[in-house]
């Protein structure tokens, strides 16, 4: 189905953007159904965090792909053990650039920044006025540009393949990392861990 209705799931797509950025540029929250908020885990116990994986599970479905990798490659790591460390080590590599925006934002204390605080707007347009902040106009944008973009893909007829910035970006990014692994093939294994370890355990202290 994905395969035949592509174009249409991508208009559909990008009219969706386009319907959240009028919505964030409104002011307003979807609120989620009851059975899909996360539970309460203030008591600590290992079923409320269970209860808080299963939710975050149905609220970020677009991560099956990568956990279905993920469990692919432990599944191929013939251990126990090596399972759990490619999958920490693949979770730790999704996470890392959270960890480098959080440390730059404490670092130079960017929360404190005026142009990232919201600041009051009032817009007017034909009889109507909008009360909104700069920071819904910024996410509205956003979603703007994203819807835009996906409806334009769709029209030209280069959405598995991308045009070509996205195209040349993604080889780029592919012959650094290839470097990358050649410069590394002849690390031992553990020690290659222990170094992800190390890294890990910088950005936690």
Known sequence: AIANYHTALYYTGGALMLALAALSLSGRM??????????????????????????????????????????????LSGSVAGGLALGLAYTFG?????????LLWDRYRLGDRRFLQARAVTLRAAGHTLHTNT?????????TLMGGFIIYLA???????????????????AEAFGRLEAWTADVPEPLLGLAVLALAGLFIL
Do not use: E, K, Y
């Open 30 to 75: 979807m609120a989620l159904p009851r059975f899909l908020r996360p539970p309460d885990t203030s008591g600590g116990d290992t079923l409320s965090f269970f209860g808080l994986g299963v939710f975050s599970g149905v609220a970020s479905s677009c991560c099956a792909p990568v956990l279905a990798g993920v469990m692919t490659l432990s599944a």
């Open 94 to 102: 999704m996470v890392f650039p959270l960890f480098v925006m959080a």
């Open 135 to 143: 920071i819904n106009i910024g996410v509205a944008a956003a979603f």
């Open 155 to 173: 029209g030209s007829g280069t959405m598995t393949g991308g045009p070509g910035f996205q195209v040349a970006f993604g080889q780029s990014l």
